[in-house]
């Protein structure tokens, strides 16, 4: 019996030392992922550096006027090389200024048409705009690894050999522009428009049909009245109608003439064609 116990403590020990290395040694294995994908970023941006003497003397040829916008590239281009040693989120807030600066200047490009012919000035923006993008998949996959890394230093029990061997949280590679993180304005417009084509105006609303049909008479420029009133003629059912023909006054032209009966209910009215 005695024997069977000490075989049980000595295999629950064994287990945890097991679960203890496994643990630890999956604590390194991600702490040298970060370091890895962190080399990489540094790779992407040390490129940048380099372009960006290049990118500013091939601009200042054409716009010699944006000189504070060059000086001011220079000064964040300094500042981002002067902190290489610094933590990741120190990192970050030097080169979201630096980017910030990069944009300004491509802004006030726009402003030069014969600088967008420049075939050096084309291959530099092109190469720039790579770099770029390769330096924002390189901060997805550094911050994915840091994320997963400082779950486990926070979770139980992994937080317990994180205390024991000092494994501490790492820190994300974040982009703090304003710009980039703000939420695009969308306007959707008028439906079939495109984009820089002035929308078809709209319809005005007319007068509510009242459902009866009032036919056109040829030779009529649209406006023939269905009910023509003349002095002296009433239709039934309306004030003054004593059931006599005959009309007061001179009709107008294209009318009846003078002394000629009105029309009676059911037939057609008068044309002035016999």
């Known amino acids: ?24 040694n999956r604590f390194v294995k991600q702490r040298n992922l970060i370091q890895e994908s962190w080399r990489q970023i540094d790779v992407e941006l040390h490129r940048r550096y380099d372009l ?29 090389v002067n902190v290489q040693g610094a933590p990741p989120e120190q ?23 014969q600088l967008q012919s420049n075939q050096n000035f084309l291959n530099l923006q092109r190469e ?14 550094f911050n994915a690894n840091v994320g997963d890394y400082n779950t486990r230093v926070e979770a139980f029990p992994s937080n317990l050999i994180a205390n024991g061997f000092k494994f501490e949280k790492a820190g994300y590679f974040e982009v703090k522009d304003e710009q980039v993180r703000s939420v695009p304005q969308v306007s959707f417009g008028t439906i079939g428009s495109v984009a820089g084509e002035q929308a078809p105006p709209q319809m005005q609303p007319g007068p509510q049909s009242s459902g009866q049909i009032h036919p056109q008479i040829p030779g009529d420029q ?23 023909p005959g009309y007061q006054g ?14 009676q209910d059911g037939q057609p009215p008068f044309t002035g064609d016999r």
């Open 52 to 80: 960006i003497p290049n990118l500013v003397e091939t601009v200042r040829a054409y716009a010699a006027h944006e000189r504070h916008v060059f000086e001011e590239v220079a000064r964040l281009r300094t500042q981002a």
């Open 128 to 141: 720039l705009t790579d770099t770029e993008d390769r330096i924002a998949a390189g901060r997805r996959f």
């Open 91 to 113: 990192r970050a807030a030097a080169e979201s200024e630096l980017s910030g600066a990069l944009r300004q200047l491509m802004v006030s490009v726009e402003a030069y048409p």
């Open 250 to 263: 001179q009709p107008p032209v294209g009318g009846p003439p003078a002394g000629s009966p009105a029309p």
């Open 1 to 24: 019996m005695l024997t069977f116990v000490i075989i049980a403590i000595v295999a629950v020990v064994v287990i945890v030392g097991l679960a203890l290395i496994v643990s630890y």
């Open 222 to 244: 649209g406006n023939y009245q269905a009910q023509p009133q003349f002095p002296g003629y009433e239709q039934p059912g309306q004030p003054g109608y004593q059931g006599q």
